[in-house]
């Protein structure tokens, strides 16, 4: 049994996300690294976002009576981990606090070079108070693990929003910046050398961009200090399974940046 087959079996999933032929993973790696460098975004024109302006998605996106609500004081003061979990858990600034079964703050390691951004937890996530552990986080196990990862060695996955929005409806614009501090204290803490937004939420909050998914893929952007590659969110990926190819061009892109 090859090596990823191990970690599928491991984890006991089925492999939604196989690799028939490992020899394609080098030729990928191979053929990215032989590419000139990823194109910058435009917006590195700017300055980059950084933690203290995270920012909302496409105004069509927020609930009309959200609006209106202050930003929050861009103050962090977070402690520690243990800090963070209770602070979290003890949240009640927005409405998703009425409706949510746990609070779902991240997991894997705090000090990975990797660092996987998501939108919100859904119904198996809030169950569980685990981020990506229903189906479309079985897929982002799997794409991990093809591209050669281990999720909790050398990945910290989290969400924009740590409560799930009912019904997982798109999140609104407050409970974005609401919850902001929670994960730019994550970012800082765990202080990785690549951040991978998964999904148009998490990559346009994350960039201050009202850009489509199509334009902020196949390039690379910043946050403040931090690379940040975007690709597909996982639960579009099983919608869309044709779509999979060019997410896996994005894994090895990742890979090969971490490879330098
Ligand atoms: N989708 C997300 O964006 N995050 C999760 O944790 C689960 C599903």
Redesign the pocket.
Known sequence: MSRQQQILAEIGIRPLWQLRNPAIVEALVEEAAAQPAPAQAASLEQPAPTPAAMPAPTAADVHPQETSQPAPPAVINISDWDDLHAQVAACQQCQLARTRSNT?VGRGNRQARLLII?????EQ?DLQGL??V?K??HLLENMLAAAGFDSARDVYIC?LLKCRPPGNRNPAQDEIVKCQRFLQWQIESVDPELIVAV?RFAAQSLLQSTASLGNLRGKQHQYGRYPVLVSF?P?YLLRSPGEKAKAWQDWCRVRQLLQK
Do not use: D, I, R, S
């Open positions: 779902v998501g939108e919100a937890p859904g996530e981020p990506f229903g479309a986080g969400n999904g969110h639960a």
